[in-house]
C-alpha cells in the first residue's frame, strides 16, 4: 500500500463518535484474520503486525475490534515460522483458531488455509488484514448490516485523495459494485477511481466457499485474490456491495511513518473519549493513552502525561504534569505529580498525595498516605495517613532477590532514611532523619541511627589557612 499521512483530529471541531447504525445482528460471525504477511517495508526482524501503536500490537487492535463486533469465533492466518504471530494471537485472543499458509499464494488462498474453521461454521463471514488496526465496531456493524439488507457479499471502502497502491472499487453510474481491482491489474482509468478497497469483506457463509472454489485465474502478482469473488460473485448472479468507512479505518500500516500517523489518530480518539466521558486534559495533544487505559470522571490531567498498559485513573484523581505511569492503579481522589513515576503493581490508595520525583514500584499506599518528594518506593506496603519524607528509599533488593518493607498506618518516616527490607515499621512509629533501619521498629516506637556528632571548633578556619599556604608555595 502507498505512503499516507493522515491528518490530526481538530479538537475545536470535531463531532462526538458516531454509534454503530443499527443494534449488532444475531447471526453467527466467523471472522477470519489475514496475517501471514512479514512487511518487508518495516525494516524489522519483527513481523509488521507485532509492531505496536499505544502499547498493542497492530494485531491485537484487529482482534480486539473482532471480539468487539461479536466475532463468536476467531480464525488466524499466519505464515510459516510466524511462531511470534501465534503467541501473541493466543496472549489477545485465547479461543481463536491459528492456522498456517504454507505457500504465499494470495488472499483468497489465506482464506482457503482456514477451511476447517469455515466447513463447521453457519453464519456470516468477516475477512479482516491483520494491518488495520484502526478499523471499528461500528463499521464492521455497517458492513454486516449490509448482508442483513440482502447482499451476498459486502466489502468495506474508503475514499482517499492518494490512491496510489490500493485496490480500486470499480462502480457503474448508478453506484453499484461492479469489481475490486488491484492497482497491479488497474488500467489508466480505473487508477482514477478514488474509492479504494480496505481490504475488509463480509459474506454470508453458504456462498463463500464456491466463491473461493471459482477464483481460478492468476493475477498480475502470481496469486489468487479474494477481490475476484467480486465478479465471480456478479457472474453467478449474487448481490454485493460496498460500504464506506472514514478513511483513517481503512488504510493498512506498512512502514513506520504510517505507524506513527496511526498513532497520532489514536491518541486523538482516546483523548477525545477521556474528555467526553468527564476528564479534563489541560493540552490533550501532550497527554499518551495505552489501549487499555481507564480513565474516570472528573480527573485532571496536566501536560505531558504518559500512561502505558494496564493503568486504571478512579474518580476525582487529579495528575500534575510530567508523569510515567505503567500497570499501576490510582484510586480516587489521589493527588500525584508533577515528575512522578509508578511502575506495575503500584497501587495508589484514596487520597494519597504523591509528589515529584517519587517512584513507586509493586508497592502500596493506603489512605491518605502522603511522600511528597524525592523517594524510591519499591516493594512495600505504607500504611494509612504515613507521611514518608524526602530522600526515603525502600531497599528492595540485595542482588539476588527483592525483599519487602512494612510501615505502618500512621507513622513518620523521616527525610533520607533507607529501610532495607526485609523490614516491618509499626503502627504510629517515628524514624529519625538520616537513619539506616535495618531491625524492626515496634509501634509507638522511635527509631534512630545514626554515628556521633563530633564538633572542632576552629577547624575549619585552620585548614584554609594551611591550604593557602601550600597553594602559594606551589606545594598545595
Known sequence: MTRTVWTSIDFGRLPAPAPADRPMTTTPLLTIVLAAGKGTRMKSALPKVMHRLAGLSILGHVLKAAQAAGSNEIAVVIGPDMDVVRAEVEQCAPRAKVFVQHEPLGTAHAVLSARPALAAHDGDVLVLVADIPLLTPASIARLRAALEAGNHVAVLGFETSDPDGYGRLVT??????????????????????????????????????????????????????????????????????????????????????????????????????????????????????????????????????????????????????????????????????????????????????IGNFVEVKNSTLEEGAKANHLAYIGDGRVGARTNIGAGTILCNYDGFNKHRTDIGAGAFIGSNTSLVAPVKVGDGAYIGSGSVITKDVPADALALERTEQHVRPGWAAKFRALMSRHKARGTG
Open 172 to 353: 457503474d453510474a448508478s453506484g453499484a459494485l461492479l469489481a475490486i481491482r488491484e492497482h497491479e491489474d488497474a488500467s489508466a482509468e480505473e487508477r482514477a477511481i478514488s474509492f479504494c478497497n480496505s481490504g475488509v469483506l463480509a459474506f454470508r457463509h453458504t456462498d463463500l466457499l464456491p466463491l473461493l472454489d471459482r477464483i481460478g485465474g492468476i493475477n498480475a502478482q502470481g496469486e489468487y485474490y479474494l477481490t475476484d469473488a467480486i465478479e465471480v460473485a456478479r457472474k453467478e448472479g449474487l448481490k454485493v456491495a460496498a460500504v464506506a468507512c472514514p478513511e483513517e479505518e481503512g488504510v493498512g500500516i506498512n512502514s513506520r511513518d504510517q505507524l506513527a500517523a496511526a498513532e497520532r489518530i489514536y491518541q486523538d480518539r482516546r483523548r477525545l473519549a477521556a474528555m467526553l466521558e468527564g476528564a479534563t486534559l489541560i493540552a490533550p495533544e501532550t497527554v499518551w493513552f495505552s489501549h487499555d487505559t481507564r480513565i474516570g470522571r472528573d480527573v485532571i490531567i496536566e501536560p505531558n502525561v504518559f500512561f502505558g498498559p494496564g493503568v486504571v485513573v478512579e474518580d476525582g484523581v487529579v495528575i500534575r504534569a510530567n508523569c510515567h505511569f505503567t500497570g499501576a492503579r490510582i484510586r480516587a481522589g489521589a493527588e500525584v505529580g508533577p515528575f512522578a513515576r509508578f511502575r506495575p503493581g503500584a497501587d495508589i490508595g484514596p487520597g494519597v498525595h
